[in-house]
């Protein structure tokens, strides 16, 4: 292991105040696990939420006021920021960050503006991985100015077809059409008529690839990367895999068809590639990256970067991860990761997200929800996720809601565990899948 009271002296401090921005449960589970280390002298988390009040103080402040950020961080001392949700990395909030006079001693644990386009445009993140010789689906790219030629594209192409929105579209901005009819009907809605707003101002169509999804993740310090367990998520609403797609509505780690034959092809093919075409190409990139794989008869095609950790899968990662979080972090912020191992819990983690009726469309929020203390935590983890609390009591804000992280011997083992938790849990609407990792079982 790196010398990590040199890394902390770098800093300044042998202990560190760190500030977390997110209100999901991927910041709840982040702040659960820093909440645990030694080296974590004091933890706020911006805005939070009523997950994350029991391991930090909240601020309430919004992600996209940079001004107000910067200000919790002088007014409160903060040694490193921890980046949770794409947007602010999209937008600059690491650039805007570092480059002012007075946090000159700040680390920020998310990329630069110019890396977080892996994420913030699927457009450039395609062009990087041509760059870079890296597996992916055949592509092409199209705006307003090409729109005639984009639609006799789609009229030749082999079915089904992935239309891409190119920007930011909250999880939502994918869609696999079937037939040629929907393919155009969806290419107009997202060009000619923004259903997407600014994000599908330019569309990538895609090669559909048919496979198995797995994701994987890499805290990088620019120059050194470690990988952490890999995970399954879940992204149709309705079981079976049916339904529209959301934000998220399970995980499983590890993945049980990832075995080290698999792992190494990704790393040699996808994640080595990544790291040192970013070195390659000067794109300053401190922090995590999730790649989004598809492997087609044993081999790893990428599919999307995203420039974080995902959510729900953070919430089956973490918990999986033995090595002090703080510590990790603060070895990626002195560049000193070529000298970490990680180490894994061989247990399985399964989460099941519980989320507001109606989602991922219309829902209600302000709804009471009773039985939290009640799930065991001998076995099991409750992540808040769209949680706020009025007078003392937790109510719903937001389409997931929360979720129950449990460990156990197998996926089969680990999921009926939280089954069993989350029956003990309720609001009035809600709903969760009670088939993740169906296919492992």
Same mark, same amino acid.
């Not at 991927?26 to 280390?37: D, F, G, I």
């Not at 939070?48 to 601020?59: F, I």
């Not at 970490?340 to 109606?358: E, F, H, L, N, W």
């Given at each position: ?25 991927? %910041?709840?589970? =982040?702040?659960? *696990?820093?909440?645990?280390?030694? =080296? ?27 001004? %107000?950020? *910067? ?17 602010? =990395?999209?937008?600059? /909030? ?15 644990? #998310? $990329? ?6 892996? @994420? ?43 239309? !891409? ?13 079937? +037939?040629?009819? @929907? ?26 690839? &048919? ?12 120059? +050194?990367?470690? /990988?952490? $367990? ?34 190494? &092809?990704? %790393? ?8 040192? #075409?970013?070195?390659? @190409?000067? =794109?300053?990139?401190? #922090? ?33 991860? !033995? ?17 970490? &191992? ?21 829902? *209600? &929020? ?19 996720? #769209? ?16 979720? /129950? ?37």
């Amino acid at each position: 292991m790196p010398d990590i009271r040199k890394t902390l002296k770098l800093i300044g401090s042998l202990t560190m105040r760190i500030l977390l921005l997110g209100s999901g449960g991927r %910041e709840h589970a =982040l702040a659960w *696990k820093m909440a645990q280390s030694p =080296l974590c002298e004091k933890l706020f988390i911006a805005p939070g939420n009523a997950g994350t009040s029991q391991c930090g103080t909240n601020l309430p402040i919004s992600l996209s006021d940079f001004e %107000e950020i *910067k200000k919790a961080c002088i007014r409160n001392k903060i040694d490193l920021v921890v980046v949770g949700p794409e947007e602010p =990395l999209v937008k600059g /909030i690491t650039d805007f960050l570092i480059t002012d006079p007075a946090l000159q001693k700040l680390d920020v644990i #998310g $990329p630069r503006k110019t890396g977080a386009q892996l @994420e913030g445009s699927k457009a450039f993140a395609k062009a990087f991985m041509m760059r870079h010789h890296i597996p992916t689906a055949i592509y092409r790219e199209f705006t307003l100015q090409n729109y005639e030629e984009g639609v006799e594209y789609l009229q030749k192409h082999p079915l089904p077809v992935v239309l !891409k929105a190119d920007g930011l579209a909250a999880g939502k901005g994918v869609v696999i059409c079937e +037939n040629h009819l @929907e393919a155009i009907a969806e290419f107009e809605l997202m060009i000619q008529r923004a259903k997407f707003g600014e994000a599908g101002k330019k569309v990538v169509v895609e090669q559909f690839l &048919k496979g198995i999804e797995i994701s994987v993740f890499v805290l990088t310090d620019g120059k +050194n990367y470690v /990988i952490l $367990p890999e995970a399954k998520d879940y992204k149709r609403v309705g079981e079976g895999d049916k339904g529209p797609n959301t934000g998220g509505m399970g995980a499983v780690s590890p993945v049980p068809f990832a075995k080290d034959a698999l792992m190494k &092809k990704i %790393e040699a093919k996808i994640i080595h590639p990544t790291v040192e #075409g970013l070195k390659t @190409e000067g =794109l300053e990139y401190l #922090g995590f990256i999730f790649f989004g794989l598809m492997i087609v008869e044993n081999e790893p095609y990428m599919i999307e970067y995203n420039c974080r950790m995902g959510d729900p899968e953070t919430e089956v990662v973490i918990p999986r991860l !033995k090595n002090d979080l703080v510590q990790l972090l603060a070895a990626a912020a002195g560049q000193q990761l070529d000298g970490v &191992k990680i180490d894994t819990d061989p247990r399985t983690a399964c989460t099941i997200v519980a989320v507001s009726g109606g989602y991922p469309g219309d829902y *209600k &929020k302000g709804m009471a929800i009773n039985g939290l203390s009640d799930v065991n935590p001998a076995d099991s983890l409750v992540f808040y996720m #769209g949680t706020a609390e009025k007078n003392g009591q937790v109510i719903t804000n937001g389409g997931r809601v929360f979720c /129950i992280t449990s460990y156990g011997r197998s996926v089969f083992d680990a999921v009926e565990i939280s089954k069993e938790e989350m029956e003990k849990v309720f609001f009035i609407g809600m709903e969760y899948r009670r088939d993740i990792g169906y296919e492992f079982e």
